[in-house]
């Protein structure tokens, strides 16, 4: 938003300079920075959406994580218990 922001007072600063801006000249510009605007909108809901989905992402991961540490830490009992039961044999 601000890069747009930037740009936009930077082309109107440029056509002030060069000369007197007629009204095209102004609508002109408008027309780009609104289309800039909508622009970065379209990008920051892009980011929005890819971020939620990291996020998701990211918890399933962690879910899959403690499953598989219980998993292990099932595995590990059970073989110890049955070491243990075989030394005592």
Same mark, same amino acid.
């Given at each position: 938003?601000?890069?747009?922001?930037?740009?936009?007072? *930077?082309?109107?600063?440029?056509?002030?300079?060069?000369?007197?801006?007629?009204?095209?000249?102004?609508?002109?510009?408008?027309?780009? *920075?609104?289309?800039?605007?909508?622009?970065?909108?379209?990008?920051?809901?892009?980011?929005?959406? !890819?971020?939620?989905? !990291?996020?998701?992402?990211?918890?399933?991961?962690?879910?899959?994580?403690?499953?598989?540490?219980?998993?292990?830490?099932?595995?590990?009992?059970?073989?110890?218990?049955?070491?243990?039961?075989?030394?005592?044999?």
């Amino acid at each position: 938003m601000m890069k747009a922001t930037k740009l936009a007072v *930077i082309l109107l600063s440029a056509g002030l300079t060069v000369g007197c801006a007629s009204k095209s000249d102004i609508t002109n510009l408008q027309t780009q *920075i609104d289309g800039l605007k909508a622009e970065v909108s379209s990008v920051k809901s892009t980011a929005d959406e !890819a971020l939620s989905s !990291a996020q998701q992402a990211e918890g399933t991961a962690n879910k899959a994580l403690a499953t598989a540490n219980r998993t292990a830490s099932d595995v590990d009992a059970k073989l110890n218990a049955g070491f243990k039961h075989h030394q005592l044999k």
